[in-house]
């Protein structure tokens, strides 16, 4: 993989009031992003294995990946525009329409190519470029997934009724309590766009391209 990329991992998902909050990093730094809940829900349903009655919108694009012989490949977030965050969705392909494996690169929204990524298990990277611009939010990480299990240890103390584990893990915070302790000012979103679609019309100009890495 090319060199100006950094591989993270989604260190933690946390619902806020209407949104929900990504971080994603390493053992040398955490940023958040903020995206849109109904795609916050499906990240965080993907990371706990939640079973589902009827596949949504990401298990279906999902499916349809699978049934013609594609997969995520891996994902880029490329590039940020004040608050705004872009990303590349790089999809492989091997069937019987095509001899050679083919590789395909969609703009896309960094939410819903987290999304994507999760539930394939495909890794996320961050140009450098944007790994360098991005503020360091470990401290605030830290700060609530200690609040979260003081919270957790104190619900299983008091044996409270009907207390769901896993959802000790998504205790919900307000957009201040985070904005506050990040430093963040009021009303920033660092996602595209708020949309309960997939993609969505996405009026932002494109981002600079990802200049891929040779495949093999």
């Known amino acids: 993989m090319n060199k100006d990329v950094v591989e993270v991992q989604v260190r933690a998902?946390?619902?806020?009031?209407?949104?929900?909050?990504?971080?994603l990093g390493d053992e040398e730094k955490v940023f958040v992003i903020y995206i849109d809940e109904s795609v916050g829900t499906a990240i965080s349903m993907f990371m706990r294995g939640v079973s589902k009655e009827r596949p949504l919108t990401h298990d279906?694009?999902?499916?349809?990946?699978?049934?013609?012989?594609?997969?995520?490949?891996?994902?880029i977030i490329n590039n940020?525009?004040?608050?705004?965050?872009?990303?590349?969705?790089?999809?492989?392909?091997?069937?019987?329409?095509?001899?050679?494996?083919?590789?395909?690169?969609?703009?896309?929204?960094?939410?819903?190519?987290?999304?994507?990524?999760?539930?394939?298990g495909a890794p996320i990277?961050?140009?450098?470029?944007?790994?360098?611009?991005?503020?360091?939010?470990?401290?605030t990480?830290?700060?609530i997934e200690k609040r979260g299990l003081e919270a957790q240890q104190a619900a299983e103390a008091t044996k409270i009724e009907g207390e769901d584990e896993e959802?000790?893990?998504?205790?919900?915070?307000?957009?201040?309590?985070?904005?506050?302790?990040?430093?963040?000012?009021?009303g920033d979103t660092e996602d595209d766009e708020y949309d309960d679609g997939f993609g969505g019309d996405d009026d932002d100009e494109e981002g600079e391209e990802w200049k891929k890495a040779d495949d093999k």
Request: no cysteine; proline share 3%.
């Open 13 to 23: 998902v946390l619902p806020l009031e209407g949104s929900f909050a990504v971080f």
């Open 60 to 75: 279906l694009v999902g499916h349809l990946l699978m049934a013609f012989g594609a997969k995520v490949e891996r994902v």
């Open 80 to 120: 940020i525009n004040g608050s705004v965050f872009h990303a590349r969705l790089i999809i492989s392909a091997e069937n019987e329409l095509h001899t050679s494996r083919k590789v395909i690169e969609l703009d896309a929204r960094p939410s819903d190519s987290i999304a994507m990524a999760v539930q394939q």
């Open 125 to 139: 990277f961050v140009a450098k470029k944007v790994w360098d611009e991005v503020e360091d939010v470990s401290e």
């Open 141 to 143: 990480l830290a700060q």
């Open 167 to 186: 959802d000790d893990e998504l205790e919900e915070f307000s957009d201040e309590d985070i904005n506050s302790i990040a430093g963040i000012p009021d």
